[in-house]
């Protein structure tokens, strides 16, 4: 019976400590993100939000219905904007999203969710919805998290497209310069899926304001370090030659107006 004891008591401790590794590795981000920016009317605003706070009630009522994280634009930006994000790994996932005309029918009635989508399409003066592919080999300490983070540093990146095959060299060869600098920014790269050809997104996670107060190390000197002086400077102009246009706005999570988890 000792033995036995002993032998249970060894295989617990294997499967705790399993667990806890798994518990501490990293989660791998999304491999998609569909990407929804909204720009409304000034005075629509509030309509817009009656309108996602019914929908995402609406979702907790309904089975399969996906995460949807909501944005505001802070600096940076058109005021007015939203941006949502939706994850998803697999293009099938999709196929299993309900209808948002049939959530809000389902859940209020005929005439109210008509009442919803025609205040929602008078609310809105511009949408852009867009596909991004993950990056793995060009994201810095790429993480996820469950907890959406108060605030995201969000660039989108748009490239001379005969320049796009360095432009993405250089953001391999730009991670492994931070990583080896000790830089502890989670940044994930993605480019475009559907949408904007030759686009890329550089979305940071902010826990705070604060963070962006950080000294981060210097970019050129992680560069030299890493590659050398001649190979940095070949590579450094490279982003100059390689974007046509660049936007780099703050966005702050809207818990209110957001779906933060999938419903079973």
């Not at 060869?173 to 600098?181: D, L, P, W």
């Amino acid at each position: 019976m000792r033995t036995r004891c002993v032998v249970v008591m060894a295989v617990l401790g294997l499967l705790g400590f399993n667990g806890l590794v798994q518990g501490q590795a990293p989660a791998k981000p999304d491999q998609y993100q569909q990407v929804s920016t909204i720009t409304l009317r000034p005075p629509a605003v509030p309509d817009f939000e009656e309108v996602t706070k019914k929908l995402n009630a609406a979702r907790d009522k309904t089975p399969g219905a996906q995460r949807v994280l909501t944005y505001g634009v802070n600096l940076g930006g058109p005021g007015s904007t939203f941006i949502q994000f939706t994850p998803f790994d697999k293009f099938a996932d999709r196929e299993k999203w309900p209808n948002a005309n049939d959530m809000l029918t389902k859940v209020y009635g005929q005439a109210e969710a008509t009442r919803l989508v025609k205040m929602f399409r008078d609310a809105v003066a511009n949408q852009r919805t867009e596909v991004f592919n993950y990056q793995a080999d060009q994201s810095t300490n790429p993480t996820n998290s469950d907890v959406p983070p108060a605030f995201l540093s969000y660039q989108r990146t748009e490239l001379v497209p005969e320049l796009a095959g360095e432009y993405a060299n250089l953001q391999r060869k730009i991670k492994i310069a931070q990583e080896k600098s000790g830089d502890k920014r989670a940044i994930i790269r993605r480019t475009n899926t559907y949408g904007t050809g030759f686009s890329a997104l550089a979305i940071t996670r902010l826990s705070k304001l604060s963070d962006r107060d950080a000294a981060n190390p210097n970019f050129g000197e992680a560069m030299r370090k890493a590659f050398g002086d001649a190979e940095a400077a070949q590579l450094q102009p490279i982003g100059n030659r390689a974007v046509r246009a660049r936007q780099t706005m703050l966005l702050n999570y809207r818990a209110d107006l957001s779906h933060a988890k999938a419903t079973p």
